[in-house]
Each structure stands twice: as C-alpha cells, then as structure tokens.
C-alpha cells in the first residue's frame, strides 16, 4: 500500500507495471551478487595486476584486459544465480501484478494449482517446463565457468 502511494505521487501506476517489478527484482538481486563479485575480486592476487601495470597498461586496461577475463566465471555464476533468483520469484509478482495478462510463470502455476479441480500432472508438467530457461541459460554458459582460472597465473 505504501508503494502504491509513492508511486501515485511521482505520477505513476505501481500495479501491473512491468518496469516496478523488474527494479524490484534489481534491488532483490544487485546486492546480492555485488556481495559476491566483491568476494571473488578480493581472490584475484594482486602480483597479476602489478604485473600488468609493469607491463605498461594503464589501471583501467589492467582492469579490462586482466581482471575481467579472469574474472569471467564469476560474472557467469552471478548472472546464472540473479535469473534463476528472478525467474522464480513469486511475492512480488503476487502483490504487484492483478492482470492475468502480465502474470509471470509462479503465479499462473499457482493460479493452476487453486483450481477446484485440482491438476497436480499439469502443474508438474507446467515446473518442469519453467525450469528450461535456467538449464538452457546454464548450458549455454557452462564453458565461460570454466575459463579465466587464476592457477598457475601466480608462482610461489
């Protein structure tokens, strides 16, 4: 209710609004993999950043050209991990969105499964459907988790 009247006041709907849902699901997820990334980035050893900068690249090329190409697996889990987060969020499609129209997956599974005759072979059939775009997503990007290894990158 307190949304819904933020969002009347700066001149917008809160109901039904795709855009809403979608920075809610930023604010759900952001920190999350910020978290994350900031802990993978702490395991990158300095010595192959100090290496670059000896090397002659700049701050910004080191980061360019070393730390995020070893940094790639984890920018691939985090982004795995946010849309498998996003894809099976339900609360807040719940409360945001009243039109059956706009309804993401969760809530129509739901909507399946409160029928008065219940289809509990549809709604099995309907979850395991709506796990094929994180497992198409995984596979697609399994061969960037195992690029970017930082062993043997440092000796000693």
Known sequence: AMLAQL??????????????????????????????LAN?????PTEIEQAGLIDGCSRLGVIWQI????????LVSVAIYT?????????YAFIFLNSHDLFTIPIKISAIYGDPTPRPHVVMAAS???TLPVVILFLALERFLEQGLVSGGVKG
């Open 67 to 74: 730390t995020l190409p070893l940094a790639i697996p984890a």
């Open 83 to 91: 849309f498998m987060i996003a894809w099976n969020e339900f609360l």
């Open 128 to 130: 395991t459907i709506m």
């Open 7 to 36: 969002g009347t006041r700066l001149g917008f709907e809160v109901q039904d609004n795709l855009a809403v849902l979608v920075i809610t699901y930023l604010a759900q997820t952001l920190p999350v993999g910020l978290y994350m």
């Open 40 to 44: 993978y980035f702490r395991t990158i």
